[in-house]
Protein backbone atom coordinates (compact mmCIF):
# COMPACT_ATOMS: atom_id res chain seq x y z
CA UNK A 1 0.00 0.00 0.00
CA UNK A 2 2.77 2.19 0.45
CA UNK A 3 4.34 1.94 -2.46
CA UNK A 4 0.69 2.90 -4.15
CA UNK A 5 1.69 6.05 -2.32
CA UNK A 6 4.74 6.97 -3.21
CA UNK A 7 4.05 6.02 -6.83
CA UNK A 8 0.68 8.57 -6.57
CA UNK A 9 2.79 11.21 -4.94
CA UNK A 10 5.67 10.97 -7.36
CA UNK A 11 3.33 11.62 -9.92
CA UNK A 12 2.45 14.62 -9.07
CA UNK A 13 -1.43 14.60 -9.02
CA UNK A 14 -3.80 17.00 -7.97
CA UNK A 15 -3.60 18.40 -4.30
CA UNK A 16 -7.37 17.20 -3.71
CA UNK A 17 -7.04 13.79 -4.89
CA UNK A 18 -3.17 13.24 -3.32
CA UNK A 19 -5.30 13.72 0.14
CA UNK A 20 -8.32 11.85 -0.48
CA UNK A 21 -5.75 8.96 -1.28
CA UNK A 22 -3.96 9.30 2.11
CA UNK A 23 -6.49 9.69 3.82
CA UNK A 24 -8.41 6.50 2.45
CA UNK A 25 -5.02 4.50 2.79
CA UNK A 26 -4.01 5.51 5.89
CA UNK A 27 -7.24 4.90 7.48
CA UNK A 28 -6.89 0.82 6.41
CA UNK A 29 -3.34 0.61 7.76
CA UNK A 30 -3.70 -2.09 10.81
CA UNK A 31 -1.36 0.10 14.08
CA UNK A 32 1.76 -2.05 14.35
CA UNK A 33 3.74 -2.30 17.84
CA UNK A 34 5.55 1.12 17.32
CA UNK A 35 3.97 4.09 19.61
CA UNK A 36 4.13 6.20 16.63
CA UNK A 37 3.55 5.82 12.94
CA UNK A 38 6.01 5.00 9.99
CA UNK A 39 4.32 6.81 7.20
CA UNK A 40 6.01 10.00 7.56
CA UNK A 41 9.02 8.33 6.55
CA UNK A 42 7.92 6.05 3.86
CA UNK A 43 6.13 8.71 2.30
CA UNK A 44 9.71 10.98 1.70
CA UNK A 45 11.07 8.57 -0.46
CA UNK A 46 10.08 11.20 -3.36
CA UNK A 47 9.88 14.83 -1.64
CA UNK A 48 9.62 16.49 -5.11
CA UNK A 49 6.26 15.30 -5.54
CA UNK A 50 5.49 15.99 -2.17
CA UNK A 51 5.07 19.48 -2.15
CA UNK A 52 1.67 20.36 -2.46
CA UNK A 53 1.06 18.11 0.82
CA UNK A 54 2.67 20.55 3.38
CA UNK A 55 -0.14 20.54 6.13
CA UNK A 56 -0.15 17.33 7.87
CA UNK A 57 -2.89 18.32 9.83
CA UNK A 58 -5.33 17.44 6.85
CA UNK A 59 -4.42 13.61 7.24
CA UNK A 60 -6.78 11.81 9.30
CA UNK A 61 -4.99 9.86 12.41
CA UNK A 62 -4.76 6.32 12.43
CA UNK A 63 -7.32 4.82 14.37
CA UNK A 64 -6.52 3.96 17.85
CA UNK A 65 -3.24 5.87 17.47
CA UNK A 66 -1.89 10.10 16.75
CA UNK A 67 0.92 10.82 14.63
CA UNK A 68 3.87 12.37 16.35
CA UNK A 69 4.32 15.92 15.59
CA UNK A 70 8.10 15.25 16.18
CA UNK A 71 8.00 12.67 13.59
CA UNK A 72 6.57 14.54 10.79
CA UNK A 73 8.84 17.71 11.97
CA UNK A 74 11.89 15.12 11.40
CA UNK A 75 10.51 14.38 8.19
CA UNK A 76 10.36 17.37 6.97
CA UNK A 77 13.80 18.23 7.84
CA UNK A 78 14.80 14.95 6.28
CA UNK A 79 12.66 16.14 2.88
CA UNK A 80 14.36 19.48 2.50
CA UNK A 81 17.96 17.92 2.79
CA UNK A 82 17.19 15.17 0.50
CA UNK A 83 15.95 18.18 -2.30
CA UNK A 84 18.95 20.01 -1.39
CA UNK A 85 20.99 17.01 -2.27
CA UNK A 86 19.41 16.29 -5.41
CA UNK A 87 19.80 20.22 -6.42
CA UNK A 88 23.24 20.17 -5.85
CA UNK A 89 24.64 16.65 -7.14
CA UNK A 90 24.67 17.82 -10.98
CA UNK A 91 25.41 21.39 -10.80
CA UNK A 92 26.08 21.77 -14.51
CA UNK A 93 24.07 19.17 -15.92
CA UNK A 94 20.72 19.28 -17.65
CA UNK A 95 17.81 16.53 -16.75
CA UNK A 96 18.71 14.68 -19.78
CA UNK A 97 22.44 13.96 -18.20
CA UNK A 98 24.32 14.27 -21.61
CA UNK A 99 23.89 17.65 -21.98
CA UNK A 100 26.38 20.09 -19.66
CA UNK A 101 25.66 23.89 -19.40
CA UNK A 102 28.83 26.11 -18.79
CA UNK A 103 28.49 29.28 -16.79
CA UNK A 104 30.81 32.16 -15.97
CA UNK A 105 32.89 31.64 -12.84
CA UNK A 106 33.36 33.68 -9.98
CA UNK A 107 35.32 36.48 -11.15
CA UNK A 108 36.38 38.00 -7.64
CA UNK A 109 34.97 39.92 -4.66
CA UNK A 110 34.89 43.54 -6.45
CA UNK A 111 33.58 42.51 -9.59
CA UNK A 112 29.89 41.83 -9.95
CA UNK A 113 29.96 41.72 -14.20
CA UNK A 114 31.72 41.43 -17.18
CA UNK A 115 31.21 41.45 -20.72
CA UNK A 116 31.39 38.65 -22.75
CA UNK A 117 34.68 39.99 -24.94
CA UNK A 118 34.59 37.00 -27.48
CA UNK A 119 34.00 33.05 -27.79
CA UNK A 120 37.48 30.92 -28.94
CA UNK A 121 34.67 27.87 -29.74
CA UNK A 122 32.15 27.73 -32.33
CA UNK A 123 29.06 25.19 -32.26
CA UNK A 124 30.41 21.85 -32.94
CA UNK A 125 33.81 22.14 -31.96
CA UNK A 126 35.34 19.87 -29.41
CA UNK A 127 36.22 20.33 -26.07
CA UNK A 128 38.02 18.80 -23.15
CA UNK A 129 37.48 18.96 -19.53
CA UNK A 130 38.87 22.89 -18.07
CA UNK A 131 39.55 24.31 -21.55
CA UNK A 132 39.00 27.89 -22.17
CA UNK A 133 35.37 28.13 -24.74
CA UNK A 134 35.42 31.60 -23.89
CA UNK A 135 36.52 35.22 -22.52
CA UNK A 136 34.89 37.60 -20.02
CA UNK A 137 36.24 41.35 -19.94
CA UNK A 138 36.12 42.94 -16.94
CA UNK A 139 37.14 46.12 -14.91
CA UNK A 140 40.79 44.60 -14.35
CA UNK A 141 41.36 41.48 -15.86
CA UNK A 142 40.03 38.73 -18.87
CA UNK A 143 39.00 35.61 -17.49
CA UNK A 144 38.58 32.60 -19.20
CA UNK A 145 35.34 30.18 -18.90
CA UNK A 146 36.60 26.84 -18.92
CA UNK A 147 34.32 23.99 -20.03
CA UNK A 148 33.25 21.72 -16.97
CA UNK A 149 33.29 18.42 -19.17
CA UNK A 150 34.86 16.78 -22.43
CA UNK A 151 32.39 16.82 -25.07
CA UNK A 152 31.47 18.89 -28.73
CA UNK A 153 29.55 22.64 -27.84
CA UNK A 154 25.97 22.25 -28.89
CA UNK A 155 25.01 26.13 -29.03
CA UNK A 156 26.13 29.21 -27.46
CA UNK A 157 23.46 30.68 -25.27
CA UNK A 158 24.67 34.53 -25.28
CA UNK A 159 26.52 36.65 -27.52
CA UNK A 160 29.47 38.44 -27.78
CA UNK A 161 29.36 41.84 -26.08
CA UNK A 162 26.39 40.81 -23.60
CA UNK A 163 27.23 41.83 -19.54
CA UNK A 164 27.56 38.61 -17.83
CA UNK A 165 27.56 38.23 -14.29
CA UNK A 166 28.74 35.16 -12.16
CA UNK A 167 26.58 32.22 -12.88
CA UNK A 168 25.05 33.09 -16.15
CA UNK A 169 24.94 30.09 -18.53
CA UNK A 170 26.90 31.16 -22.15
CA UNK A 171 26.95 27.42 -23.52
CA UNK A 172 25.42 24.22 -23.31
CA UNK A 173 28.06 20.71 -23.97
CA UNK A 174 26.76 17.62 -25.36
CA UNK A 175 28.98 14.83 -23.49
CA UNK A 176 28.30 12.83 -26.39
CA UNK A 177 28.55 14.80 -29.43
CA UNK A 178 25.10 13.10 -30.47
CA UNK A 179 23.10 15.08 -32.79
CA UNK A 180 25.29 17.76 -32.93
CA UNK A 181 25.92 19.50 -35.99
CA UNK A 182 28.46 22.61 -36.88
CA UNK A 183 26.74 25.88 -37.34
CA UNK A 184 29.09 26.98 -40.12
CA UNK A 185 28.04 24.95 -43.55
CA UNK A 186 24.76 25.61 -42.62
CA UNK A 187 24.99 29.85 -42.56
CA UNK A 188 27.23 29.23 -45.24
CA UNK A 189 24.14 27.50 -47.34
CA UNK A 190 21.26 29.75 -46.55
CA UNK A 191 23.39 33.14 -46.66
CA UNK A 192 24.06 31.21 -50.24
CA UNK A 193 20.47 30.35 -51.27
CA UNK A 194 19.11 33.45 -50.12
CA UNK A 195 20.05 35.55 -53.37
CA UNK A 196 18.78 32.62 -55.05
CA UNK A 197 15.61 33.07 -53.50
CA UNK A 198 15.69 36.90 -53.43
CA UNK A 199 15.87 37.12 -57.25
CA UNK A 200 12.28 36.22 -58.49
CA UNK A 201 10.75 37.98 -55.21
CA UNK A 202 12.32 40.82 -56.66
CA UNK A 203 10.62 40.89 -59.85
CA UNK A 204 6.95 39.73 -58.78
CA UNK A 205 7.37 43.54 -56.11
CA UNK A 206 8.76 45.13 -59.56
CA UNK A 207 5.79 43.72 -61.49
CA UNK A 208 3.11 44.42 -58.21
CA UNK A 209 4.35 48.26 -57.38
CA UNK A 210 2.92 49.92 -60.44
CA UNK A 211 -0.20 48.26 -60.07
CA UNK A 212 0.11 49.41 -55.89
CA UNK A 213 1.03 53.11 -57.12
CA UNK A 214 -1.98 53.41 -59.77
CA UNK A 215 -4.48 52.60 -56.72
CA UNK A 216 -5.89 56.01 -55.15
CA UNK A 217 -4.68 56.61 -51.44
CA UNK A 218 -6.22 59.08 -48.89
CA UNK A 219 -3.63 61.09 -47.63
CA UNK A 220 -3.47 61.96 -43.99
CA UNK A 221 -2.54 65.31 -42.61
CA UNK A 222 1.73 65.26 -41.72
CA UNK A 223 1.44 66.17 -38.20
CA UNK A 224 4.94 67.95 -37.25
CA UNK A 225 7.91 65.93 -35.94
CA UNK A 226 9.10 66.41 -32.47
CA UNK A 227 12.42 68.66 -32.31
CA UNK A 228 15.58 66.27 -31.39
CA UNK A 229 16.75 66.61 -27.55
CA UNK A 230 18.83 69.18 -27.07
CA UNK A 231 22.24 67.88 -25.64
CA UNK A 232 23.83 69.45 -22.39
CA UNK A 233 27.34 71.06 -22.70
CA UNK A 234 29.21 67.87 -21.43
CA UNK A 235 28.41 65.80 -24.76
CA UNK A 236 29.77 67.69 -27.51
CA UNK A 237 28.42 66.33 -31.02
CA UNK A 238 30.93 66.08 -33.35
CA UNK A 239 30.75 66.61 -36.75
CA UNK A 240 30.94 63.59 -38.67
CA UNK A 241 33.95 62.94 -40.88
CA UNK A 242 34.91 60.44 -43.43
CA UNK A 243 37.88 57.83 -42.67
CA UNK A 244 36.29 57.40 -38.86
CA UNK A 245 35.48 54.65 -37.05
CA UNK A 246 33.63 54.93 -33.48
CA UNK A 247 35.05 51.56 -31.40
CA UNK A 248 33.15 51.31 -27.98
CA UNK A 249 35.48 51.25 -25.33
CA UNK A 250 36.52 47.95 -23.37
CA UNK A 251 36.08 47.56 -19.71
CA UNK A 252 39.42 47.75 -18.51
CA UNK A 253 40.14 51.27 -20.39
CA UNK A 254 37.07 52.88 -19.02
CA UNK A 255 38.09 51.53 -15.42
CA UNK A 256 41.58 53.28 -16.15
CA UNK A 257 40.28 55.96 -17.00
CA UNK A 258 37.91 56.46 -13.95
CA UNK A 259 40.61 56.33 -11.89
CA UNK A 260 42.99 58.34 -13.43
CA UNK A 261 40.24 60.84 -13.26
CA UNK A 262 39.72 60.29 -9.88
CA UNK A 263 42.94 60.75 -9.19
CA UNK A 264 43.19 64.05 -10.23
CA UNK A 265 39.94 65.28 -9.07
CA UNK A 266 40.88 64.30 -5.42
CA UNK A 267 44.06 64.15 -4.78
CA UNK A 268 46.42 67.60 -4.65
CA UNK A 269 48.61 66.37 -7.18
CA UNK A 270 52.31 68.28 -7.12
CA UNK A 271 55.81 66.63 -9.08
CA UNK A 272 59.16 67.13 -8.09
CA UNK A 273 62.30 66.52 -10.43
CA UNK A 274 65.95 64.88 -10.04
CA UNK A 275 68.39 63.21 -12.45
CA UNK A 276 70.24 60.25 -11.83
CA UNK A 277 73.91 58.92 -13.10
CA UNK A 278 73.20 55.45 -14.08
CA UNK A 279 77.11 55.16 -14.76
CA UNK A 280 77.82 52.71 -11.40
CA UNK A 281 74.22 50.66 -11.71
CA UNK A 282 75.17 49.80 -15.65
CA UNK A 283 78.70 49.04 -14.98
CA UNK A 284 77.68 46.62 -11.85
CA UNK A 285 74.90 45.35 -14.20
CA UNK A 286 77.86 44.78 -16.95
CA UNK A 287 79.94 43.21 -14.77
CA UNK A 288 78.48 40.48 -13.07
CA UNK A 289 75.28 39.82 -15.57
CA UNK A 290 76.59 36.52 -16.76
CA UNK A 291 77.36 35.05 -13.10
CA UNK A 292 73.53 36.64 -11.94
CA UNK A 293 72.29 34.47 -14.86
CA UNK A 294 74.29 31.39 -13.80
CA UNK A 295 73.44 31.44 -10.68
CA UNK A 296 69.99 32.40 -10.53
CA UNK A 297 68.72 31.62 -13.67
CA UNK A 298 67.72 34.86 -14.60
CA UNK A 299 68.99 38.39 -15.99
CA UNK A 300 69.97 41.28 -13.77
CA UNK A 301 67.69 44.32 -14.81
CA UNK A 302 68.24 48.10 -14.22
CA UNK A 303 64.23 47.63 -12.58
CA UNK A 304 65.63 45.41 -9.46
CA UNK A 305 67.94 48.43 -8.48
CA UNK A 306 65.16 50.95 -8.66
CA UNK A 307 62.73 49.14 -6.39
CA UNK A 308 65.78 48.14 -3.69
CA UNK A 309 66.58 52.50 -3.97
CA UNK A 310 62.65 52.76 -3.14
CA UNK A 311 62.47 50.53 -0.61
CA UNK A 312 65.09 52.26 1.13
CA UNK A 313 63.51 55.70 0.42
CA UNK A 314 60.35 54.47 1.77
CA UNK A 315 62.18 53.34 4.76
CA UNK A 316 63.56 56.78 5.41
CA UNK A 317 60.50 58.80 4.49
CA UNK A 318 57.34 56.60 5.96
CA UNK A 319 54.87 59.36 5.36
CA UNK A 320 55.43 58.30 1.34
CA UNK A 321 54.08 54.72 2.23
CA UNK A 322 51.18 56.22 3.96
CA UNK A 323 47.79 57.46 2.99
CA UNK A 324 45.24 59.29 4.04
CA UNK A 325 41.56 57.69 5.07
CA UNK A 326 39.40 60.41 5.99
CA UNK A 327 40.80 62.08 9.02
CA UNK A 328 43.34 59.35 10.00
CA UNK A 329 46.40 58.95 8.45
CA UNK A 330 47.52 54.73 8.17
CA UNK A 331 51.43 54.25 8.19
CA UNK A 332 52.08 50.93 6.37
CA UNK A 333 54.24 49.11 7.96
CA UNK A 334 55.33 46.58 4.80
CA UNK A 335 56.40 48.08 0.98
CA UNK A 336 54.59 46.79 -1.43
CA UNK A 337 55.79 47.99 -4.80
CA UNK A 338 53.70 48.27 -7.28
CA UNK A 339 55.00 47.91 -10.83
CA UNK A 340 53.30 49.84 -13.96
CA UNK A 341 52.86 47.48 -17.31
CA UNK A 342 51.25 48.60 -20.63
CA UNK A 343 49.80 45.52 -22.10
CA UNK A 344 47.78 45.88 -25.73
CA UNK A 345 44.60 45.87 -23.65
CA UNK A 346 45.24 48.74 -21.58
CA UNK A 347 47.45 49.97 -18.20
CA UNK A 348 48.32 46.82 -15.31
CA UNK A 349 49.82 46.98 -11.94
CA UNK A 350 50.90 44.23 -10.63
CA UNK A 351 51.95 44.23 -7.01
CA UNK A 352 55.54 42.49 -5.52
CA UNK A 353 54.71 41.79 -2.36
CA UNK A 354 56.86 42.37 1.20
CA UNK A 355 59.52 43.80 -1.28
CA UNK A 356 61.92 44.66 1.37
CA UNK A 357 62.58 41.13 2.45
CA UNK A 358 63.46 40.61 -1.07
CA UNK A 359 67.42 40.58 -2.46
CA UNK A 360 67.41 41.36 -6.53
CA UNK A 361 67.61 38.10 -7.59
CA UNK A 362 63.70 37.58 -6.23
CA UNK A 363 62.45 40.95 -7.60
CA UNK A 364 63.58 39.88 -10.89
CA UNK A 365 62.14 36.39 -11.07
CA UNK A 366 59.29 37.96 -9.37
CA UNK A 367 58.85 40.95 -11.99
CA UNK A 368 59.58 38.63 -14.97
CA UNK A 369 56.68 36.73 -13.89
CA UNK A 370 54.09 39.09 -13.34
CA UNK A 371 54.88 41.13 -16.54
CA UNK A 372 54.75 37.74 -18.49
CA UNK A 373 51.46 36.81 -16.68
CA UNK A 374 50.08 40.69 -17.61
CA UNK A 375 51.14 40.45 -21.47
CA UNK A 376 49.32 36.88 -21.57
CA UNK A 377 46.40 38.26 -19.78
CA UNK A 378 46.09 35.52 -17.25
CA UNK A 379 47.12 38.08 -14.40
CA UNK A 380 44.84 37.41 -11.11
CA UNK A 381 43.30 40.27 -9.79
CA UNK A 382 45.03 39.35 -6.24
CA UNK A 383 48.16 39.86 -7.90
CA UNK A 384 46.86 43.54 -8.50
CA UNK A 385 45.08 44.35 -5.56
CA UNK A 386 46.75 46.14 -2.82
CA UNK A 387 50.11 47.85 -3.34
CA UNK A 388 51.96 51.12 -0.74
CA UNK A 389 54.11 52.39 -3.85
CA UNK A 390 53.61 52.53 -7.77
CA UNK A 391 56.84 52.69 -9.76
CA UNK A 392 56.25 53.38 -13.77
CA UNK A 393 58.92 53.22 -16.62
CA UNK A 394 58.26 54.98 -19.30
CA UNK A 395 61.72 55.14 -20.48
CA UNK A 396 60.92 51.77 -22.30
CA UNK A 397 59.07 53.78 -24.84
CA UNK A 398 61.49 56.26 -24.75
CA UNK A 399 60.12 59.07 -22.33
CA UNK A 400 62.41 61.86 -21.70
CA UNK A 401 60.12 63.57 -18.75
CA UNK A 402 56.81 63.15 -17.54
CA UNK A 403 54.56 63.73 -14.78
CA UNK A 404 53.04 60.31 -13.49
CA UNK A 405 49.29 60.01 -12.02
CA UNK A 406 49.30 58.23 -8.45
CA UNK A 407 47.39 55.15 -8.48
CA UNK A 408 45.13 55.44 -5.98
CA UNK A 409 44.33 54.49 -3.06
CA UNK A 410 48.65 55.23 -2.53
CA UNK A 411 49.52 58.47 -2.03
CA UNK A 412 52.76 59.06 -4.47
CA UNK A 413 54.13 57.43 -7.59
CA UNK A 414 58.04 57.40 -9.06
CA UNK A 415 58.45 57.99 -12.79
CA UNK A 416 61.60 56.80 -14.79
CA UNK A 417 62.87 57.32 -18.12
CA UNK A 418 64.89 56.83 -20.85
CA UNK A 419 68.76 57.20 -20.23
CA UNK A 420 70.41 59.84 -22.27
CA UNK A 421 74.33 60.26 -23.05
CA UNK A 422 74.56 63.94 -21.83
CA UNK A 423 77.75 66.04 -21.18
CA UNK A 424 77.74 66.60 -17.08
CA UNK A 425 80.95 68.78 -15.42
CA UNK A 426 82.51 65.81 -12.94
CA UNK A 427 85.52 66.94 -11.43
CA UNK A 428 85.88 70.24 -13.20
CA UNK A 429 85.70 68.26 -16.46
CA UNK A 430 82.88 68.23 -18.77
CA UNK A 431 82.62 64.24 -19.61
CA UNK A 432 79.80 62.29 -21.33
CA UNK A 433 77.40 60.37 -19.16
CA UNK A 434 74.26 57.89 -18.76
CA UNK A 435 71.81 60.37 -17.29
CA UNK A 436 67.94 59.54 -16.32
CA UNK A 437 65.17 61.96 -15.26
CA UNK A 438 63.25 60.78 -12.20
CA UNK A 439 60.41 62.11 -11.16
CA UNK A 440 57.74 62.05 -7.73
CA UNK A 441 54.16 62.81 -7.84
CA UNK A 442 52.62 62.88 -4.57
CA UNK A 443 49.50 64.04 -2.29
CA UNK A 444 50.82 67.00 -1.37
CA UNK A 445 47.79 67.20 1.30
CA UNK A 446 49.59 64.56 3.35
CA UNK A 447 53.83 64.76 1.98
CA UNK A 448 55.27 67.91 2.18
CA UNK A 449 57.72 69.13 -0.06
CA UNK A 450 60.84 68.00 2.00
CA UNK A 451 60.30 64.74 2.18
CA UNK A 452 59.49 64.35 -1.11
CA UNK A 453 62.81 66.04 -2.09
CA UNK A 454 64.62 63.67 0.27
CA UNK A 455 63.07 61.02 -0.66
CA UNK A 456 63.84 61.23 -4.35
CA UNK A 457 67.58 62.21 -3.00
CA UNK A 458 67.46 59.24 -1.79
CA UNK A 459 66.65 57.51 -4.78
CA UNK A 460 69.09 59.02 -6.85
CA UNK A 461 72.39 58.75 -3.72
CA UNK A 462 71.38 55.11 -3.94
CA UNK A 463 71.62 53.94 -7.49
CA UNK A 464 74.40 56.50 -7.99
CA UNK A 465 76.24 54.42 -5.63
CA UNK A 466 74.76 50.94 -5.01
CA UNK A 467 76.87 50.11 -2.09
CA UNK A 468 75.53 52.29 0.36
CA UNK A 469 72.69 49.62 0.37
CA UNK A 470 75.21 46.89 1.60
CA UNK A 471 77.06 49.63 4.28
CA UNK A 472 72.80 51.15 4.90
CA UNK A 473 74.45 54.59 4.82
Do not use: W
Request: charged share 25%; proline share 7%.
Amino acid sequence: MLGVIRRRVASGGSSSSSSSILKQSLQTIRPVSSSTSRVSEEILIHPRGFGHVRKFSCLAPLRGRAISSRTMREGVSNMELTASKLILSRPFSSDSGDLVDAVVPFMGESITDGTLAKFLKNPGDRVEVDEPIAQIETDKVTIDVASPEAGVIKELIAKEGDTVEPGTKIAVISKSGEGVAHAAPSENTSKKAAPKQSAPEMKDEEKIKPKVEASPVPVKPKTPAPPPPKRSATEPQLPPKEKERRVPMTRLRKRVATRLKDSQNTFALLTTFNEVDMTNLMKLRSEYKDAFVEKHGVKLGLMSGFIKAAVSGLQNQPIINAVIDGDDIIYRDYIDISIAVGTPKGLVVPVIRNAEKMNFAEIEKEINTLAKKANDGTISIDEMAGGSFTISNGGVYGSLLSTPIINPPQSAILGMHSIVSRPMVVGGNVVPRPMMYIALTYDHRLIDGREAVFFLRRIKDVVEDPRRLLLDV
